[in-house]
């Protein structure tokens, strides 16, 4: 039952239950774009499977990183369970198009959470929350960057080959984009 007593913490239970709703949804962009990233493999587009790989690999940081920060502070981090991945999409663009969406709905809950910690003042939190805003700065950048290629290259044939050699440059891009 040790696990089940909350350790006297500034944290509130309110902002603690919030913040593992954002590891779960970490969880699930992680799961998201490991997806993606075998669509993208199955297809044939090996620098967008790597991309997303990539892109898992540090949605699962982000995890990681409020998950030992709830537990830094003295509160209850729990490990989410995930389910209902999508793991087939209609085409090569749509996969970018449901990418960016899920980088606009992360940043959007993040900023609910920094809301929510205003009213509660809980500065502790929003001072930790603040490396996340900047993050999602970058991935939505990234992502937009992504559909932009769609946009600017011819969708068939050998079109595509060229967005997927393209996609691969766009992390790198987006970080100087951020300098
Ligand atoms: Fe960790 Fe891209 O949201």
Redesign the pocket.
Known sequence: MKNKVRMRTSLSEEIESLLNDQIKK?AK?SFLYLAMSAWCERQGFVNSARFFEIQSDE?RQ?MKRIFNHISSVGGNAITPEVVNIQQEFESFRSVFDIALDQ?IA?TLSISNIVDKCTLAKDYTTINFLNWFLTE?VE?EAIARRCLEIFDIVDHQGLGFLMIDREIALVRGKGSEQQQ
Do not use: F, K, P, V
């Open positions: 970490e962009s949605e982000h980088e992360i999602q991935e």
